[in-house]
């Protein structure tokens, strides 16, 4: 009899490490995108083209991976979705455009655009699973902590990067001088401008580090992940990211907390089919992360504080 519970325990450890595992795999590009879009609403500029970056990023990390390597894909990637940002800077800072309306328009561009640059440059075949592709790197030690060590530290390079960046974001928001001139544009901007601050400077360059992350998003999802490209595989995670941020309280660490959340509400399709729920459509599986959005869209309104400006089109700033 202890022999069989010894059994049943290690069977359900490994489950649970194998989900854990799943989860941060899946949570890792959901965190990046949804981390820079703390960045930008904190500083007052809600980035509905979150999506055309990521999936700009996919496309420019597939090209330049196949080129030069997954280290330039990445690099690439990010690119990419910087200059998403970039047009989207143009017209809601500069030009003081509509945000939502300006950040739909992009994404739907961005789909289009690498949809026919996709098929442009890699004709009817496609790219196929010819695209380099980052390894598992197990970190010595931490890697063999029962249940969470395989999960959190036995991942790709940039899911450690990602564990660097939270920490020092959250750090940077309260700790530094350019942390606090953000955090008064998002909240109060005419009272940033009377201490000599300058919105659109700051709001520009929120717009692109949210633009740059949502790119290397997509460069995770095609080098560290599904190993190609496939048309529209951003798949709503820009518009999840903005909740993810919601949820998380536009913190970073409570971003990365409910991106986790959400990381395991898109693996647990495949916990449940392995528990022997292959009758159930697949398709019910896949409508959890998006029924949790709008579950978390909707308990999280006229509780959560978002940025006083968020979203506004003045600052007051000419």
């Not at 090209?63 to 990637?77: C, I, L, N, R, S």
């Not at 739907?108 to 890699?122: D, N, P, Q």
């Not at 095609?222 to 709503?236: H, K, P």
Request: hydrophobic share 55%; glycine share 14%; charged share 10%.
């Amino acid at each position: 009899m202890s022999a069989l519970q010894s059994t049943l325990t290690i069977n359900g450890l490994e489950s649970a490490s194998g989900f854990l595992e799943a989860s941060v795999r899946t949570a890792t590009p959901l965190a990046l995108a949804a981390l820079g879009e703390c960045i930008s609403e904190r500083a007052g500029v809600i980035n509905i083209g979150l999506e055309g970056a990521i999936i700009a990023g996919a496309l420019g990390a597939t090209v330049a991976a196949g080129a030069a390597g997954a280290g330039v894909g990445f690099a690439a990637g990010a690119t990419a979705g910087v200059a998403v940002a970039l047009l989207f800077a143009l017209f809601t800072v500069w030009m003081r455009a509509d945000q939502i309306i300006t950040g739909t328009a992009i994404t739907l561009l961005s789909l289009g655009l690498t949809g026919t640059l996709y098929r442009t440059v890699y004709g009817s075949v496609g790219v196929a699973l010819s695209t380099p592709t980052v390894g598992v790197v197990p970190i010595p030690g931490l890697s063999s902590i029962p249940l969470i060590g395989h999960a959190f530290f036995a991942q790709p390079l940039v899911t450690y990067l990602l564990y660097l960046m939270v920490p020092l974001c959250a750090w940077w928001l309260v700790r530094t001088q350019a942390g606090l001139a953000l955090r008064a544009v998002g909240e109060q901007p005419e009272a940033a401008i009377a201490a000599g601050i300058r919105p659109r400077r700051i709001q520009f360059a929120a717009v692109l580090f949210a633009g740059g992350m949502a790119g290397l998003a997509g460069a995770t999802l095609v080098l560290a992940q599904a190993g190609t490209f496939v048309e529209g595989m951003s798949a709503g995670r820009g518009f999840i990211a903005i909740a993810v941020v919601v949820l998380g309280r536009w913190k970073p660490i409570g971003v990365a907390a409910a991106a986790l959340l959400f990381g395991g509400a898109n693996s647990v399709q495949t916990l449940f089919q392995a528990m022997g729920w292959q009758n159930v459509p697949y398709q019910l599986f896949l409508a959890v992360p998006y029924l949790l959005t709008l579950l978390v869209l909707a308990g999280a309104s006229g509780r959560a504080a978002a940025p006083a400006a968020l979203g506004k089109r003045e600052t007051g700033e000419r």
